[in-house]
């Protein structure tokens, strides 16, 4: 069966991974057939059209439009957390001059209540810009692809103590499930506005602490600041392993491109004549979604040679995680 590719991409567009699938009746002549009322999640919708499912009762019999009777309903909500560090400084006066105090991170941790506090008056501030503002949050300012726009319903700045420390938290509305590169861009727009939108305001605020301590609040920083979703952030071995994505040069003419887990390379849009530049936008976001020499080494690795061989092992980079540049390995 042909189908036609504008007609699968809105089948894709509308009918997103996690749609839940009710079944009317199947017309096919399966010997075992799905019974009526049957309730499942869609996986995926393949090249033919059909729309595979994983249905509740732990079966996976896909369904062909115009032969099966069925009905698609969006997938649930779910909250996606994006993990940032964040800081707390103050002003103090050592010998008739004003400096600029940086807390530790625990300590800027026991005044979590007021920062969260003061995140939610600038959540009510952009509320009272208009209803998409208030409906979408940051993603009211989105201009990224349809897709992501589509899928991430809203997102808001908020706070969080874990193990000890405080976090900034961009707390994400989603329906359906982003891939790799969607997550990438995502994260990459809410960096620009930790940085130079709403959180470039927020941290301009003065916040009124006990003792009549005033202090400011910063979701971004210049140095080792990173944004990674709430299973990566906290797990402790995720170094250990192979992230979804990473971006890399490639080392016979030094073009930007990113590497899924799993797949080969894609050449990166923001790919310049220059060797130099792409290295370090590599460098960049892989350092802003956690991702060390090693793993980066270790995608290249499995990209080129297999992703169940020694290459796709980040612990085979361990000694060498430090070098600016791709080893040459050889893994035959």
Same mark, same amino acid.
């Given at each position: ?41 869609? &996986? ?14 732990? &079966? ?67 509320? $009272?810009?208009?209803? =998409? ?8 300012? *989105? ?14 700045? $908020? ?78 071995? *995720?170094?250990? &392993?192979?992230?979804?994505?990473? *971006? ?37 976001? $892989? ?30 980079? =361990? ?14």
């Amino acid at each position: 069966m042909s189908i036609q590719k504008e007609w699968l991409e809105f089948l894709r567009e509308q009918y997103p991974v996690g749609s839940r699938i009710k079944l009317r009746e199947m017309g096919s002549d399966d010997p075992c057939p799905i019974k009526p009322g049957s309730m499942g999640s869609l &996986r995926c919708i393949d090249d033919s059209g059909t729309f595979h499912v994983a249905w509740d009762d732990g &079966r996976g019999l896909g369904l062909v439009m115009g032969q099966d009777s069925f009905t698609v309903s969006p997938p649930p909500l779910q909250t996606l957390k994006l993990y940032m560090p964040m800081t707390a400084t103050y002003y103090d006066e050592e010998d008739g001059r004003e400096q600029d105090i940086t807390m530790d991170p625990r300590e800027a941790a026991e005044y979590a209540p007021q920062i969260i506090n003061a995140l939610q008056s600038e959540r009510r501030w952009l509320e $009272n810009e208009g209803p =998409e503002e208030a409906e979408r949050g940051l993603m009211a300012y *989105f201009d990224g692809p349809d897709s992501i726009d589509q899928k991430v319903q809203s997102c808001f700045f $908020n706070a969080e103590v874990r193990e000890g420390r405080l976090w900034g938290v961009a707390e994400c509305k989603v329906r359906g499930e982003l891939t790799p590169l969607e997550l990438q861009i995502l994260t990459d727009e809410i960096g620009g506005q930790a940085s130079d939108g709403i959180g470039e305001s927020f941290e301009q605020r003065e916040i009124r602490v006990d003792g009549g301590l005033e202090i400011y609040a910063h979701l971004w920083q210049s140095k080792s600041w990173s944004i990674m979703p709430e299973q990566d952030r906290f797990d402790p071995r *995720f170094s250990e &392993r192979l992230p979804d994505m990473c *971006f890399t040069v490639l080392p016979e003419d030094g073009s930007l491109v990113y590497i899924i887990k799993g797949s080969g390379y894609q050449r990166s849009e923001e790919s310049s004549e220059q060797p130099g530049v792409n290295r370090h936008l590599a460098d960049l976001y $892989n350092r802003e979604r956690g991702i060390s020499k090693a793993q980066e080494q270790a995608m290249m690795g499995g990209c080129l040679h297999s992703w169940d061989s020694p290459a796709a092992d980040p612990k085979t980079y =361990e000694q060498a995680a430090a070098l600016p540049q791709m080893g040459g390995m050889d893994f035959a």
